[in-house]
């Protein structure tokens, strides 16, 4: 069986290049992907599979082999950013571009749109081989959280054994997976407070309580409060990515926007450093005569993606019988936050890294910059880990 099902992956190569640069020229982000879920739905439906609609634009392709067996959840998100893509990627022009100037994968999760039909396609051609149920997820809006909820209740509904998700990092080496047990993608709470002054002419800031000042102050002592709070042994970090205050020269504005995120991988830690950002806030804008409000959004957190560790084993030990035991890598776990840890929550599961970092090639930018590429070589890689973890009870 190994040898046909490495034949019927070969044969995919052209079509999930294909696939993932056209789904790369969509770049459409979360809740307007659109022509990228109408693409989806037209090859899962070509495949003879059932497709239900999940939220606005997620679908959910079933393959029912008719045979007892697990329900196994595959996971692809399909939305795009909201980054201007440079021409080039690290080193030469791209192969492909976005059609939105505005807009681009700069995440690459075309690449795991791709990869996903890609297997959609192996796994219906080896269909009479398999047991159970077989859940193809596309998941819209993972950028912005708009569609996990929708699909973790759809999974639910299905009664979903295990679920599973490749994605790529741009810091691993072409070629190389890592499926490691535990925590693999940090949790993330957003930072976004209002600091409210008074506005005024800007010839007499002691007629107007000043916002911008604030705002500047609360960023500069959170630095100096988290460095001597943060627990070395449950590393934190936070970031301030915005302040937004006012739009001219002489005019005191009425507040000033802060924004940003905290990541850990500890809940606790996560939601005691969350505290600490609140508190020093407060109390800097009382000292300078100002008061905060916190958009609720700042007290929802993610959870940290952590590996169930018999899926990860079952997964290892099916690409090791598919001769892929050489592309298993170490690697540490990641900063960025992943709606895939709410899967994780609800069923044992786990993500794996599919290293897309060639020098040769330009790619290896980091993910959310205008020059962020994959290397297409590694695609059928990432289709190999899907089917392996999908047929491991038949290999």
Same mark, same amino acid.
């Given at each position: 069986?190994?040898?046909?099902?490495?034949?019927?992956?070969?044969?995919?190569?052209?079509?999930?290049?294909?696939?993932?640069?056209?789904?790369?020229?969509?770049?459409?982000?979360?809740?307007?992907?659109?022509?990228?879920?109408?693409?989806?739905?037209?090859?899962?439906?070509?495949?003879?599979?059932?497709?239900?609609?999940?939220?606005?634009?997620?679908?959910?392709?079933?393959?029912?082999?008719?045979?007892?067996?697990?329900?196994?959840?595959?996971?692809?998100?399909?939305?795009?950013?909201?980054?201007?893509?440079?021409?080039?990627?690290?080193?030469?022009?791209?192969?492909?571009?976005?059609?939105?100037?505005?807009?681009?994968?700069?995440?690459?999760?075309?690449?795991?749109?791709?990869?996903?039909?890609?297997?959609?396609?192996?796994?219906?051609?080896?269909?009479?081989?398999?047991?159970?149920?077989?859940?193809?997820?596309?998941?819209?809006?993972?950028?912005?959280?708009?569609?996990?909820?929708?699909?973790?209740?759809?999974?639910?509904?299905?009664?979903?054994?295990?679920?599973?998700?490749?994605?790529?990092?741009?810091?691993?080496?072409?070629?190389?997976?890592?499926?490691?047990?535990?925590?693999?993608?940090?949790?993330?709470?957003?930072?976004?407070?209002?600091?409210?002054?008074?506005?005024?002419?800007?010839?007499?800031?002691?007629?107007?309580?000043?916002?911008?000042?604030?705002?500047?102050?609360?960023?500069?002592?959170?630095?100096?409060?988290?460095?001597?709070?943060?627990?070395?042994?449950?590393?934190?970090?936070?970031?301030?990515?915005?302040?937004?205050?006012?739009?001219?020269?002489?005019?005191?504005?009425?507040?000033?926007?802060?924004?940003?995120?905290?990541?850990? &991988? !500890?809940? $606790? %830690?996560?939601?005691?450093?969350?505290? *600490?950002?609140?508190?020093? =806030?407060?109390?800097? /804008?009382?000292? @300078?005569?100002?008061?905060?409000?916190?958009?609720?959004?700042?007290?929802?957190?993610?959870?940290?993606?952590?590996?169930?560790?018999?899926?990860?084993?079952?997964?290892?030990?099916?690409?090791?019988?598919?001769?892929?035991?050489?592309?298993?890598?170490?690697?540490?776990?990641?900063?960025?936050?992943?709606?895939?840890?709410?899967?994780?929550?609800?069923?044992?599961?786990?993500?794996?890294?599919?290293?897309?970092?060639?020098?040769?090639?330009?790619?290896?930018?980091?993910?959310?910059?205008?020059? &962020? !590429?994959? $290397? %297409?070589?590694?695609?059928?890689?990432? *289709?190999?880990?899907?089917? =392996?973890?999908?047929? /491991?009870?038949? @290999?």
């Amino acid at each position: 069986m190994r040898d046909s099902i490495r034949s019927l992956i070969s044969e995919n190569e052209e079509y999930v290049i294909a696939a993932r640069r056209r789904v790369h020229a969509y770049a459409e982000t979360g809740g307007n992907e659109y022509k990228t879920s109408g693409f989806v739905a037209q090859e899962l439906a070509g495949l003879g599979l059932a497709v239900e609609k999940v939220s606005n634009t997620g679908l959910i392709g079933v393959l029912d082999t008719g045979k007892p067996g697990k329900t196994l959840a595959l996971r692809a998100d399909i939305d795009a950013l909201p980054v201007r893509e440079h021409p080039q990627n690290l080193k030469h022009e791209r192969v492909c571009v976005s059609d939105d100037p505005g807009t681009c994968h700069a995440c690459g999760h075309d690449a795991h749109t791709a990869m996903l039909l890609g297997a959609a396609r192996v796994l219906t051609t080896m269909k009479s081989a398999l047991p159970g149920k077989l859940l193809f997820c596309f998941e819209e809006g993972e950028e912005v959280g708009l569609g996990v909820k929708g699909m973790v209740d759809a999974l639910r509904g299905f009664q979903a054994d295990m679920v599973w998700a490749v994605h790529v990092l741009s810091t691993l080496e072409s070629g190389k997976l890592n499926i490691s047990p535990g925590p693999r993608m940090a949790g993330g709470r957003r930072i976004v407070m209002r600091v409210n002054g008074r506005g005024g002419h800007g010839s007499r800031p002691d007629l107007s309580i000043n916002p911008v000042y604030a705002a500047a102050a609360i960023t500069t002592n959170l630095s100096g409060v988290l460095q001597n709070q943060v627990d070395p042994d449950k590393p934190v970090t936070v970031g301030i990515t915005s302040i937004q205050g006012g739009a001219s020269e002489n005019v005191f504005p009425e507040y000033a926007d802060i924004k940003g995120t905290i990541r850990f &991988f !500890d809940q $606790d %830690e996560g939601a005691r450093i969350a505290q *600490i950002v609140k508190n020093t =806030a407060r109390s800097t /804008a009382e000292m @300078l005569g100002c008061t905060i409000e916190f958009d609720p959004v700042t007290d929802w957190y993610g959870r940290s993606v952590t590996n169930d560790r018999e899926v990860t084993e079952r997964a290892a030990q099916a690409l090791a019988i598919l001769g892929c035991k050489d592309m298993l890598a170490e690697c540490p776990p990641w900063y960025a936050s992943e709606s895939f840890a709410l899967y994780l929550a609800e069923f044992p599961g786990a993500l794996a890294f599919l290293g897309v970092k060639n020098d040769e090639l330009g790619s290896g930018a980091p993910h959310h910059n205008e020059k &962020f !590429d994959i $290397d %297409e070589s590694v695609l059928t890689l990432g *289709i190999t880990a899907h089917v =392996a973890f999908a047929a /491991a009870d038949t @290999l």
